[in-house]
């Protein structure tokens, strides 16, 4: 296991890759904006619960309406009675995103109808000096469109009245958010999208995944909050770094079985699971302080066993007393305690202050480089050839399996195949012994390794 430890120096703020337009959703708590956001980007990215105050974060997604592409942004919700620290928040995370954005949606519920709080939200609105489009929610058939009609009190020019559960009325406030769109983006704007790098950042909750996505974009992206389980959705962030385009997924904390019982917290670890499935490099945040948990080595085994790369966080190092300040003492004992992770490399950083930050970039590279690797055949056999003359394979019920030759037949991760007589007779022990040699020879490290073993016949 390897580690890197910096000076403060911070990575240099991110930009979205050329810029794709940018609609944000706002309204206040309830109104209906998770599930607009779902309709219009054709899958349930936004957990939608019937309690306010469900959708914290913001959530980004790559959307499209009449071939016209754009970046979706859902919000939590604008409501100036919630005075704890969290609810300043999520209004100043909602405000943040409208302020980001080319055009606004803002979504008031046509249920309820005009609430004394939307006259307070509109005037927000009004001072972003840019299109804003009313979508008045909930009115599910035409009869009930002339509720939509109270809101014009508020002075608005136009409103739409729309249904995010039937989908009614919202064909017709698209037409307009696409009319509203600045120029078409270069077609190598869609390409760097579809080409980006994916990493997910997993671990317990509390252990600092916002703080650290928030490091790495140079602005609060995700809420910070002491409460484990402020965030809830997987939050998607295009970036740049370097040569490289990333998209950041921050996941909900993953907690043990037995303490996951509220709806929204299973929804969270099944969304932090998908996470993983859809992305290629896994960052596993750890506490400096608790260390490497059984929890942390689950999740670890989770990437592992999906064929991600996988690099170790740990995290809040400053908070670490300084004679206790030693990385290699500190991930010696994780390699002694949990030996399957004894060769995924590690950073120790302090996502609060930017100590070590400017490491973990390079420590991503590597590991996306060792993922994607491809292994000439000349030079896999040579080392196939020397670790069977190093150690030949144990005899399994009278059978020695004689190795004849190995190839790749995958990257990310590597796939090697070895043909060989008897595959079955090859045990657990030689088989790590062989993906051992292999890692060694070709630095795999930090990505897994996959050896397929193939009888003789198939090697003509």
Same mark, same amino acid.
């Given at each position: 296991m390897t580690t890197t430890e910096q000076s403060d120096e911070q990575l240099p703020r991110a930009e979205l890759p050329q810029r794709l337009p940018v609609v944000a959703i706002v309204g206040r708590p309830n109104a209906g904006k998770s599930t607009l956001?779902?309709?219009?980007?054709?899958?349930?990215? %936004?957990?939608?619960?019937?309690?306010?105050?469900?959708?914290?974060?913001?959530?980004?997604?790559?959307?499209?309406?009449?071939?016209?592409?754009?970046?979706?942004?859902?919000?939590?919700?604008?409501?100036?009675?919630?005075?704890?620290?969290?609810?300043?928040?999520v209004r100043a995370q909602a405000a943040l995103a409208a302020a980001e954005a080319d055009v606004v949606i803002a979504v008031l519920d046509g249920r309820e109808g005009l609430n004394p709080l939307d006259r307070d939200f509109?005037?927000?609105?009004?001072?972003?000096?840019?299109?804003?489009?009313?979508?008045?929610?909930?009115?599910?058939?035409?009869?009930?469109?002339?509720?939509?009609?109270d809101f014009f009190a508020l002075g608005l020019p136009e409103v739409f009245p729309i249904s995010t559960a039937h989908g009614r009325g919202v064909g017709e406030l698209m037409e307009r958010v696409v009319a509203l769109l600045p120029s078409e983006p270069a077609a190598e704007t869609a390409s760097a999208a579809a080409t980006a790098i994916r990493l997910a950042i997993v671990g317990r909750p509390n252990a600092g995944k916002s703080s650290l996505l928030n490091r790495i974009v140079g602005y609060e992206r995700a809420i910070v909050d002491a409460t484990p389980g402020t965030t809830r959705d997987s939050l998607d962030t295009p970036f740049r770094h370097g040569d490289h385009d990333y998209v950041l997924v921050d996941t909900a904390g993953i907690r043990r079985r037995p303490k996951v019982r509220e709806h929204l917290e299973r929804a969270s670890v099944v969304r932090a699971l998908r996470a993983l499935e859809r992305a290629e490099v896994v960052l596993l945040v750890l506490d400096a302080a608790q260390?490497?948990?059984?929890?942390? %080595?689950?999740?670890?085994?989770?990437?592992?066993?999906?064929?991600?790369?996988?690099?170790?966080?740990?995290?809040?190092?400053?908070?670490?007393?300084?004679?206790?300040?030693?990385?290699?003492?500190?991930l010696a004992a994780i390699r002694?305690?949990?030996?399957?992770? %004894?060769?995924?490399?590690?950073?120790?950083?302090?996502?609060?202050?930017?100590?070590?930050?400017?490491?973990?970039?390079?420590?991503?590279?590597?590991?996306?480089?060792?993922?994607?690797?491809?292994?000439?055949?000349?030079?896999?056999?040579?080392?196939?050839?020397? %670790?069977?003359q190093a150690q030949a394979p144990p005899s399994v019920h009278g059978r020695r399996p004689h190795f004849l030759y190995a190839t790749q037949t995958a990257t990310a991760p590597p796939t090697f195949t070895v043909f060989c007589s008897a595959p079955d007779a090859v045990t657990t022990a030689y088989e790590r012994y062989l993906s051992n040699a292999f890692r060694t020879a070709f630095e795999l490290h930090g990505t897994p390794l996959r050896l397929r073993f193939r009888p003789r016949d198939n090697a003509s």
């Open positions: 956001f779902n309709r219009l980007v054709g899958a349930a990215r %936004a957990i939608v619960d019937s309690r306010p105050g469900v959708t914290r974060d913001r959530n980004v997604a790559p959307a499209r309406w009449d071939e016209r592409p754009f970046l979706l942004i859902d919000t939590g919700g604008f409501e100036d009675q919630d005075t704890s620290q969290l609810g300043a928040a509109m005037e927000q609105l009004r001072r972003l000096r840019k299109p804003v489009l009313y979508a008045v929610n909930k009115l599910d058939s035409p009869a009930l469109d002339d509720d939509a009609a260390g490497m948990t059984d929890q942390d %080595a689950r999740i670890a085994s989770y990437a592992w066993e999906r064929g991600r790369a996988l690099l170790i966080v740990v995290n809040k190092w400053d908070l670490v007393p300084g004679r206790e300040r030693d990385a290699p003492t500190f002694a305690h949990y030996k399957t992770l %004894a060769d995924v490399p590690a950073v120790c950083l302090s996502a609060r202050t930017g100590t070590g930050v400017s490491a973990l970039f390079p420590a991503v590279e590597a590991s996306i480089a060792a993922h994607r690797r491809s292994v000439r055949t000349v030079h896999l056999n040579q080392v196939l050839q020397q %670790a069977t």
